[in-house]
């Protein structure tokens, strides 16, 4: 863990507790326009403040949903998670580098979460939060890091990185597939550790589209 985060780590920090800031001021306004919702046609909403607003898929959403929280928890675990992978791994693939990463993953988890509500499980809430960016950086750590040692708040046994990553990713499979924790997006954290796996492995040249040459 670096003694001083790196510039991106840091602004991302940054970004995100001061979004949801906002969210304690300006509430459903913001929840409405720039969550993530589903692809579909808009649905009319009524907000607390008697304003009728149609609510829906807009392009943005793809990234501004990613520094929203739906409360205290939400935010400090990602914000943690952040704080504890992010900085090794930018400084490992450098800024620009993570830059692009975290925002692929961004991308493919509310790809993967849109592509479950809509041919699955076809409902209409919002999906905010980090979590997908997140996961992205936790396979990361995982494949850049394998040996390390990572250990659960409520299992304290240290577990090479790579088994932890493995073992996140299948809790996340099997609940997806449940429907136990519905209030979820269990997808779109999956959706996310696959977009960094994809991009992890084009970076080292192991798919059929090889990186350019410098």
Request: charged residues 10%; aromatic residues 16%; glycine residues 12%.
């Amino acid at each position: 863990m670096p003694t001083r985060l790196p510039p991106v780590t840091r602004y991302l920090l940054i970004a995100n507790v001061v979004v949801f800031l906002l969210q304690q001021v300006m509430g459903e306004t913001l929840l409405a326009h720039f969550a993530l919702w589903p692809w579909g046609p808009d649905q009319m909403a009524q907000l607390r403040d008697g304003s009728i607003l149609a609510i829906g898929f807009r392009p943005w959403q793809l990234v501004t949903y990613g520094f929203m929280h739906g409360g205290y928890a939400h935010i400090f675990f990602n914000m943690f998670a952040l704080y504890m992978f992010g900085g090794a791994i930018e400084q490992t693939f450098g800024s620009r580098r993570f830059t692009f990463y975290y925002f692929v993953c961004l991308l493919t988890a509310a790809l993967t979460q849109l592509l479950v509500v809509k041919y699955f499980t076809h409902g209409f809430e919002p999906t905010l939060g980090a979590s997908g960016a997140i996961f992205g950086l936790l396979l990361a750590f995982g494949m850049l890091y394998p040996h390390e040692k990572l250990m659960l708040m409520f299992i304290p046994i240290p577990i090479p990185a790579w088994l932890f990553v493995i073992g996140y990713g299948a809790v996340e499979l099997t609940l997806g597939v449940s429907g136990w924790q519905p209030d979820v997006a269990h997808f779109a954290h999956l959706g996310g550790m696959l977009g960094g796996f994809l991009m992890i492995e084009y970076w080292r040249g192991k798919l059929p589209i090889k990186p350019k040459r410098r």
